[in-house]
């Protein structure tokens, strides 16, 4: 979804088609002052716009977990998750393919689960240092929490028994969790995770993202030494906490924080890459450069030699930069008015279904503690008003949604979830239903939600106007930072999106479970915690549907919020350049681009 969308992650995998590693989308507006330039070598240049700006070199942390970032992540191989610089990536229709070029990973056991990954000879990330097994187990210390001996509050996420939580994953440790430290091959080349579980979505684990050497520089000691450590320090124990490890403290803090940029990076090791393209040029609030990283070996290395990456927010200027030449394709925000000026541009218009969804989330806490509160609140959601203004336009088929994790492109599944949870009694907005559970009270209600999406502007502008007839007296926390105050507490609800990689499951502890990574309005439910945990252990495809099903369930029994709309999706491009293709996951418009040419 472009325009604010959360990518639903997974440390190193997605969630379901429907509610796969979701990822928010910052939407922050970028100035129209950067122009697009037709050399950088004889490959040339592509230039793309996109609604938000890039803000982190790691979109693993609940706050830099945004759809920009997880593009430049993924083309430059270091998300942690799917992309072109690991062991797998995601087809048109999203089917995992191995990147054989990059390495193989094999069942080796079926009980216990047993994974063996192993990396080609011979592969050096862009500064030149060898990709081998320490990076593999950096990686995986980062995703299963093992070294973790903290116990979070449910309602605050706070530490409430003097233990570490080192490394602040957007995902959830779920799946790895349950592993035994890995065996490394003699020749460094390979790592085996054994599962003391089985992992639903273990083919799409990919123990490669930040590399090693880098990680090692900035807690101050030697890869040799650092990888010593991983390997002689104890497994965190919850029952007795010990004080933390500085050395790997000093790692996790520069990973959870020093990746972060408002400007082009001085220190070079923030760029290092694993995959075809690498980043070399930052214009804050304005473009980011990727050119070709000279130390890739394989196969999808780009014809071109540059890959601008514009932040427009108006999808206006976004057409007209595309009818004027100045970008090649583009990745606006989804209306009629823009469908209209792209038809009028001339431009090759494609279009689909996203894996995301606009919803309405209510915090756990403060006014919303009192479920009379948060249901009163749920009947005064005017959801089919903004179906029609906002979605219907573009697609008219479009319906309300009624599940939280399914979307109605999954069918049956979606139809047995509606039937289930009862999300459908909030199609219409029920005032005097709403008054009588408020029974005079005048609750205020704090909103945040992106000023800078004309599309969210509408969905407050109706919601504010329905819930004051009510009784609500609503307080505007529109920001064009609302991504970074996600789960702040400085309001009660939150309007924005989830956009699904389309593959996987782990989207459903990163949300739905108490203190997940995407977990932002503090929701705790024990019901739902041991659903969630069976889903990541359940390899029987009736039965993760039917646990699906019970969690959207549950969610709707608690007033959780609301699910808005399927986001419908669009990409543009000017004619100069070939193989721009749909795709519906989280990686928008760029999941192809290693194979885009410039036309002529």
Same mark, same amino acid.
């Given at each position: ?20 590693a ?19 070598g ?12 890039? &803000? ?13 970032? =997880?593009?430049?992540?993924y ?10 610089g ?11 393919? +191995?990147?054989?070029? @990059? ?8 009980? +216990? ?9 011979g ?29 979070l ?39 085996t ?17 930040? !590399?090693?050497? %880098?990680?090692?520089?900035k ?9 010593? *450590?991983?390997?002689t ?16 403290k ?26 075809? @393209?690498? #980043? ?8 980011? /450069? ?17 890959? #601008? ?18 970008v ?8 009629? $008015? /823009? ?42 959601i005017p ?8 979605v219907?336009? %573009? ?7 009624n ?14 979830? %509606? ?6 009694? @909030? ?10 559970? *408020?029974?005079g009270?005048? +609750? ?6 992106? &000023?800078?999406? !004309?599309?969210? %502007? ?23 930072d609302?991504?970074?105050l996600?789960g ?28 997940? =990574? ?16 069976e ?6 495809? $009736? ?19 609301? +699910? ?7 990409f543009?491009?000017?004619?100069? #350049?070939?193989?721009?293709?749909y ?6 418009? #760029? ?10």
């Amino acid at each position: 979804m472009s325009g604010n969308t959360r990518r639903s992650r997974a440390i190193t995998a997605g969630a379901g088609v429907a509610i796969a590693a979701l990822a928010l989308a910052g939407c922050t507006t970028a100035p129209n002052d950067d122009n697009a330039d037709s050399g950088g070598g004889d490959g040339g240049t592509i230039t793309i716009a996109t609604t938000n700006a890039f &803000t982190s070199f790691n979109g693993d942390t609940p706050e830099a977990n945004l759809d920009t970032n =997880g593009m430049v992540g993924y083309l430059t191989g270091v998300s942690g998750g799917l992309g072109l610089g690991g062991f797998q990536r995601l087809d048109a229709d999203y089917s995992v393919i +191995p990147n054989t070029d @990059f390495g193989t990973y094999e069942t080796v056991s079926e009980d +216990p689960l047993t994974v063996k990954y192993t990396i080609n000879e011979g592969l050096t990330w862009s500064d030149g240092e060898p990709i081998n097994a320490d990076d593999m187990l950096v990686n995986w210390a980062i995703s299963s929490g093992y070294y973790d001996d903290a116990v979070l509050d449910p309602a605050t996420g706070e530490v409430t028994n003097g233990g570490t939580q080192y490394f602040s994953l957007a995902g959830s440790t779920a799946g790895l969790d349950t592993t035994s430290f890995p065996e490394i091959g003699d020749d460094n080349m390979s790592m085996t995770i054994t599962y003391g579980t089985p992992f639903v979505d273990y083919e799409l684990v990919n123990p490669i993202g930040k !590399p090693a050497h %880098v990680l090692a520089e900035k807690a101050g000691v030697s890869e040799a030494d650092f990888i010593e *450590l991983l390997k002689t320090l104890p497994e965190g124990n919850v029952d007795a906490p010990a004080a933390p490890n500085e050395t790997l403290k000093a790692a996790a803090d520069f990973w959870n924080t020093g990746y972060n940029v408002t400007a082009m990076p001085t220190d070079e090791s923030l760029l290092v890459a694993s995959g075809p @393209f690498i #980043v070399t040029d930052f214009v804050p609030e304005s473009s980011i /450069t990727l050119g070709k990283n000279p130390e890739y070996k394989g196969e999808m290395s780009p014809d071109y030699d540059q890959l #601008v990456i514009r932040f427009i927010g108006d999808s206006n200027a976004q057409v007209t930069a595309l009818q004027n030449g100045e970008v090649q394709a583009i990745q606006p925000q989804p209306s009629a $008015d /823009t469908l209209t000026a792209l038809e009028n541009a001339n431009a090759t218009v494609h279009t689909g279904d996203q894996l995301a969804y606009d919803h309405l989330d209510l915090s756990f806490g403060g006014v919303f503690a009192d479920s009379n509160v948060r249901e009163a609140f749920l009947k005064t959601i005017p959801r089919q008003q903004i179906l029609e203004s906002i979605v219907t336009p %573009v697609n008219p088929e479009a319906e309300v949604l009624n599940s939280q994790i399914f979307l109605p492109t999954d069918g049956a599944q979606y139809e047995t979830a %509606v039937a289930a949870s009862g999300y459908d009694a @909030f199609t219409e907005p029920d005032i005097e239903g709403a008054k009588a559970l *408020l029974a005079g009270a005048t +609750p205020t209600v704090r909103i945040l939600y992106n &000023t800078n999406n !004309p599309n969210r %502007v509408d969905s407050f502008r109706a919601i504010q106007q329905s819930a004051q007839e009510a009784g609500f007296v609503i307080e505007d926390a529109g920001s064009p930072d609302w991504g970074s105050l996600l789960g702040s507490g400085s309001y009660d609800a939150s309007i924005f999106g989830w956009v699904s990689p389309g593959a996987g499951n782990a989207a459903l502890p990163q949300i739905f479970k108490t203190n997940g =990574g995407g977990n932002y309005n503090n929701y705790s439910n024990t019901t739902v915690d041991g659903l969630v945990d069976e889903s990541q252990v359940t390899v029987d495809a $009736d039965r993760l549907a039917e646990i699906k099903v019970e969690i959207d369930t549950e969610t709707a029994k608690d007033f959780y919020g609301l +699910p808005l709309f399927q986001s419908p999706g669009l990409f543009a491009d000017n004619g100069t #350049v070939t193989g721009v293709t749909y795709f519906g996951g989280q990686t928008g418009i #760029v999941w192809n681009a290693q194979e885009w040419k410039l036309a002529g």
